[in-house]
């Protein structure tokens, strides 16, 4: 059974940066596309990044331009770093691959 195991979340202060990464373990674990959404309260699950095993990179619209996401594909580990975080980063960040979800970790961006 394949696991996505998510790390890497808590509480920071606005303008510092932050890195999620997230382990996919068990067999069939080797996913074409791995990536991060986030849902905040009431709000639907958006993109935040995404990466194909061949390395093309996918970012959505809310921190395109202050994120980073990166994969190691030996490990099955996908990373993604957010700078310059704002408090309406608040949100669950889920681990995603190739429509499996981890549990979610929370972030939250507050002073």
């Known amino acids: 059974q394949v696991q996505l195991v998510e790390s890497g979340g808590g509480l920071v202060q606005p303008g510092e940066s932050l890195t999620l990464s997230c382990s996919a373990n068990?067999?069939?674990?080797?996913?074409?596309?791995m990536g991060w959404f986030r849902q905040a309260p009431g709000k639907q699950r958006l993109l935040v990044a995404m990466?194909?095993?061949?390395?093309?990179?996918f970012y959505g619209n809310s921190t395109k331009g202050r994120s980073h996401i990166s994969r190691d594909t030996g490990t099955n580990t996908v990373r993604v770093r957010i700078d310059n975080l704002k408090v309406e980063d608040t949100a669950i960040y889920f681990c995603y691959g190739d429509s499996r979800w981890g549990q979610g970790i929370q972030v939250t961006v507050s002073s």
């Open positions: 068990g067999s069939g674990s080797n996913f074409a596309n």
């Open positions: 990466i194909t095993r061949n390395g093309d990179t």
